[in-house]
């Protein structure tokens, strides 16, 4: 039945993933919870309704559901849905759903450790898990253990590996992922010295909105030296 109750939200026949969802999480299925918690939480196929959303998503956390631990965790990192902002109990959370393989929720954990919220800074902890979301396609997740590289925080400092994981978050399409691969190329940091690639994702990065490429067009385009 899962399954089906899948295919109808998939399909964005919310009324009937909302019966579906409900039956199974009356009987205890902790992914049903999570998922008629989302919708209460969306108010798709039903009223927006966070109290109903909390309670569903405590329930399936008590059974270690990996996205109810990280759309929990994701309620107590901005203090919404009915709970106080709480940094220790949303990185506890995001951890918990890291562990059960949620890349966005490895991201998180990174981040946190990087920025020592809700934790002690570690810095090898945190490239450990922005590897790991990497590695399941997280580009932004690319993007961070690229700077770690570059800067050598937590890992040995590696131009090269911090170039690879900069082309990845280009290639994904991430602003700062443009504009970081463009720092490499102009000034030659992990591959050779290239000004005119260094422009061209300077550009991309800015079309993007990336604010600090914004400036650096905006005064090429002032002094005369670049055409936009």
Known sequence: MIQEAHQAYNAKEYNKALQLYTSLA???????????????????????????????????????????LFNLA???????????????????????????????????TALMLERGLGCIQNYSEAAFWYEEAAKRGHIQAFNNLGVLYKDGLGVEQNDQRAFICFVSASEGGLAQGHYNLGLMYDQGLGCEQDNDKALDLCRKAAYAGHEKAKQIIKGLQEDGKIVF
């Open 74 to 108: 994701l309620l107590y990192a901005n203090g919404i849905g009915g709970v106080e902002h709480d940094q220790f109990k949303a990185f506890e959370l995001y951890l918990a759903a890291a562990e059960r393989e949620v890349p966005p929720a490895m991201y998180e």
């Open 26 to 68: 009356q009987q205890g299925d902790a992914t049903a919870q999570t998922s008629l918690a989302f919708m209460y939480q969306q108010g798709q196929g039903c009223e927006v309704d966070e109290t109903k959303a909390l309670t569903l998503y405590q329930e399936a956390a008590k059974e270690m559901q990996p996205y109810a």
